[in-house]
């Protein structure tokens, strides 16, 4: 899994946190827009949460696969 450190508290943020983040930010901000009548620019925020939510689910079956797998290191 991919970290990124931020600067301001030292903390480790994975990719699938950022994603989550994304995802949420992303749809707050498309409830914003279409509410103002911006459509067009609420329709790519709905894109962009879209797009967010499937990189977690990728990154989350990645997880999966990474950290439940057996060691299988010289096994023959």
């Known amino acids: 899994m991919r970290k990124y450190p931020l600067p301001k508290n030292d903390r480790i ?8 983040y994304c995802a949420k930010m992303s749809r707050e901000l498309s409830d914003m ?11 790519l925020l709905v894109l962009a949460q879209k797009e967010a939510e499937a990189q977690v689910n990728i990154l ?13 290191k010289g096994a023959k």
């Open 13 to 20: 943020t994975e990719a699938s946190d950022v994603a989550e």
């Open 33 to 43: 827009a279409l509410a103002s009548k911006l459509d067009f620019l609420g329709y």
């Open 60 to 72: 989350s079956a990645q997880d999966g696969v990474d950290s439940g797998a057996p060691e299988t």
